[in-house]
């Protein structure tokens, strides 16, 4: 256990883009698994208020929410010290904050290109190279958000997907560079929860005609799969975890 007076002994985890939907789901599991936590959000503050009310009266003081833009660059190493500084430690990263919108090819601007991967793969790359040190101290974990789309892309959001397949690479070029010391690993959602603008029913259910257990999956599934590989997958990095109900088996 940490001698830091600022350390309550509880594991710590930094999550991106917790404040809602799947990233809610994973600050509740890792709550409940005796995590805690520093919530990330952007805009999301009154959710994330909400959510912090919610588990400090469930544990008092064990949930701060830190709001911050991810593609500014300057708020990134704030982020992790923000955190050691009011837990005084760092035992997990969950970078799940992501951007996702249509990108039609022909269309597709440097500007949207930039976005999508300031979100989606520059941030957990330097998310994990400034927590890196604190992350070794306490032998701990990383978890990557990354997306079956990342292997199976469809129309119309090439840019996402190219972000989303750089996001794996960074994923296991940190499991390397961090080893032996911290594992690294991602998770790769298929048909999980429908973009919040909605999805066209057509879309929607091809999806999941080519899904063989024939449903969408839910953000607590995901979550446990998260927390699985915190705590439990201890001869496991490098790795993307396929949470896709079987999709990618159909090639």
């Known amino acids: 256990m940490s001698l830091d007076p600022t350390s309550s002994g509880h594991p710590v985890a930094l999550v991106t883009g917790g404040a809602k939907r799947i990233g809610a789901a994973i600050v509740r599991r890792l709550h409940a698994a005796g995590y805690d936590i520093a919530l990330h959000h952007r805009a999301s503050a009154d959710e994330a208020r909400s959510l912090a009310n ?3 009266r469930v544990r008092a003081g064990s949930l701060i929410t830190l709001a911050a833009d991810l593609r500014d660059f300057d708020r990134i190493p704030e982020l992790v010290a ?3 500084g009011r837990f005084g430690r760092l035992d997990a990263l969950v970078n799940n904050a992501s951007a996702y919108y249509a990108t039609p090819f022909g269309k597709v601007t440097p500007a949207e ?5 300031a979100i ?5 790359f330097f998310l994990a190279q400034t ?5 070794t101290h306490r032998q701990g974990a990383i978890v990557n958000m990354v ?3 990342a292997e199976q892309p469809r129309s119309n959001i090439s840019a996402h997907a ?5 996001l794996t690479g960074v994923t296991r070029a940190l499991a390397v560079e961090l080893a032996p010391k911290v594992r690294v690993n991602g998770i790769a959602p298929g048909a999980i929860l429908w973009p919040e603008h909605g999805i066209d029913d ?4 091809q999806l999941i005609s080519r899904t063989p257990l024939a449903r969408a999956g839910n953000a607590e599934e995901v979550a446990e799969a998260v927390r699985w590989l915190l705590q439990d997958a201890t001869y496991m990095t490098g790795e993307i975890l396929r949470l896709d109900g079987g999709r990618n088996t159909l090639g």
């Open 147 to 149: 997306d079956a789309y």
């Open 131 to 135: 927590a890196a040190p604190h992350l």
């Open 120 to 124: 989606n793969a520059r941030a957990p």
């Open 113 to 117: 290109w930039d976005d999508l991967f």
């Open 82 to 84: 923000q955190t050691v």
């Open 54 to 56: 919610e588990l400090n």
């Open 162 to 166: 190219a972000s989303k397949a750089a």
């Open 202 to 205: 057509a879309l929607s259910s």
